[in-house]
């Protein structure tokens, strides 16, 4: 698949964030969690736990000058079901690592309103970012990669994973639907990408920040 084709596929690209983290976002960009641990310092057995072990729980994060940043927790993946459909000689810890140096973005609106509603995030407000595609891959395409699954869950039928879940865009079949979108290190430059961004509660969406380029219907 060519670049030109993936934009014209996928359009728009969004981002499930905590509630209150735009201006970090905005400030910092969107960081994988890896890069967040560098910028707020965590190390030893804190940073070790965050990022080799699965997160039952999001996790809450601080460092004097910085606002709190909140980590993701991974409910929806188990090492039981990592196990199962896991390839090659990778372990639970090595996935966790790899998703924890990546950025992610989901290509479908619905898949998006799906995550938001549910139960585990369904009765908390989310901030809601949706970002131009064409954009972000001007600035960084050599760091995208497409996975056709989505590589952060294991519920139900966990689908096979490993090393080659993750291609690059011209790597990536044309005859095959991408899930997400994932940026290595994440995107410091985010700001520059972003159309709008919504906090969403019960079911409503309301508008924090909309970029001049937005299109009306922009938005989770």
């Given at each position: 698949?060519?670049?030109?084709?993936?934009?014209?596929?996928?359009?728009?690209?969004?981002?499930?964030?905590?509630?209150?983290?735009?201006?970090?976002?905005?400030?910092?960009?969107?960081?994988?969690?890896?890069?967040?641990?560098?910028?707020?310092?965590?190390?030893?057995?804190?940073?070790?736990?965050?990022?080799?072990?699965?997160?039952?729980?999001?996790?809450?994060?601080?460092?004097?000058?910085?606002?709190?940043?909140?980590?993701?927790?991974?409910?929806?993946?188990?090492?039981?079901?990592?196990?199962?459909?896991?390839?090659?000689?990778?372990?639970?810890?090595?996935?966790?690592?790899?998703?924890?140096?990546?950025?992610?973005?989901?290509?479908?609106?619905?898949?998006?309103?799906?995550?938001?509603?549910?139960?585990?995030?369904?009765?908390?407000?989310?901030?809601v970012i949706t970002l131009d595609t064409a954009s972000l891959l001007e600035h960084h395409?050599?760091?995208?990669?497409?996975?056709?699954?989505?590589?952060?869950?294991?519920?139900?039928?966990p689908q096979p994973r490993g090393k080659d879940t993750f291609k690059r865009i011209e790597?990536?079949?044309?005859?095959?639907?991408?899930?997400?979108?994932?940026?290595?290190?994440?995107?410091?430059?985010?700001?520059?990408?972003?159309?709008?961004?919504?906090?969403?509660?019960?079911?409503?969406?309301?508008?924090?920040?909309?970029?001049?380029?937005?299109?009306?219907?922009?938005?989770?």
């Amino acid at each position: 698949m060519t670049e030109a084709e993936f934009v014209a596929r996928y359009p728009r690209l969004w981002h499930m964030a905590a509630d209150g983290s735009w201006p970090s976002i905005q400030k910092h960009g969107l960081l994988s969690t890896f890069a967040l641990l560098d910028l707020y310092g965590i190390e030893g057995e804190t940073r070790n736990a965050i990022l080799s072990r699965r997160r039952p729980q999001s996790v809450t994060i601080s460092a004097k000058g910085l606002s709190d940043a909140v980590i993701r927790d991974q409910k929806p993946m188990t090492d039981a079901a990592l196990l199962k459909c896991l390839g090659g000689d990778l372990s639970p810890r090595d996935w966790y690592e790899l998703l924890n140096k990546k950025t992610f973005f989901w290509l479908s609106q619905k898949r998006l309103r799906t995550l938001l509603g549910a139960r585990a995030y369904r009765k908390s407000p989310q901030v809601v970012i949706t970002l131009d595609t064409a954009s972000l891959l001007e600035h960084h395409s050599a760091k995208v990669q497409l996975a056709r699954i989505n590589s952060g869950a294991t519920l139900y039928k966990p689908q096979p994973r490993g090393k080659d879940t993750f291609k690059r865009i011209e790597d990536f079949p044309l005859d095959q639907m991408a899930v997400e979108l994932t940026v290595e290190g994440g995107v410091t430059d985010v700001a520059a990408h972003v159309l709008t961004v919504h906090r969403v509660a019960d079911g409503k969406a309301q508008e924090l920040w909309r970029s001049a380029r937005a299109k009306p219907d922009d938005g989770p």
